[in-house]
């Protein structure tokens, strides 16, 4: 079974620290679907209410291993990529 995807990138249209951060994670050997998810915060404005709540003021915000996140940050899409990439290697329990 392959496993779901660990991180969930919410993005906003013609947003270019939301296509940094999803190019940084495949330089870091992410996939989307595998690995993230990416949604928008256009479409889903129950989402965009509770990030604006949490003091999340700039796009994306990044969901990943319990950690939530607004804008570009390199430091933590690096140690977000690399438990996605220890989990994902892990093998799968039979």
């Known amino acids: 079974m392959t496993p779901l995807p660990t991180i969930t990138i919410w993005t906003k249209p013609a947003c270019s620290q939301c296509e940094a951060t999803k190019r ?5 050997g992410l996939q989307a679907g595998l690995h993230y998810e990416v ?7 129950d989402a965009l209410t509770r990030f ?8 994306p915000v990044v969901e990943a291993f319990g950690t939530t996140w607004g804008g570009f940050r390199p430091d933590l899409i ?9 989990l994902h290697a892990q093998p799968a329990a039979a």
Not at 39 to 45: C, E, I, K, P, W
Not at 52 to 59: H, N, P, Q, T, V
């Open 24 to 28: 940084a994670f495949v330089r870091r």
């Open 39 to 45: 949604r928008s915060l256009t479409d889903d404005l």
């Open 52 to 59: 604006k709540s949490m003091g999340m003021l700039s796009a």
């Open 78 to 86: 690096l140690s977000a990529a690399e438990q996605a990439s220890a």
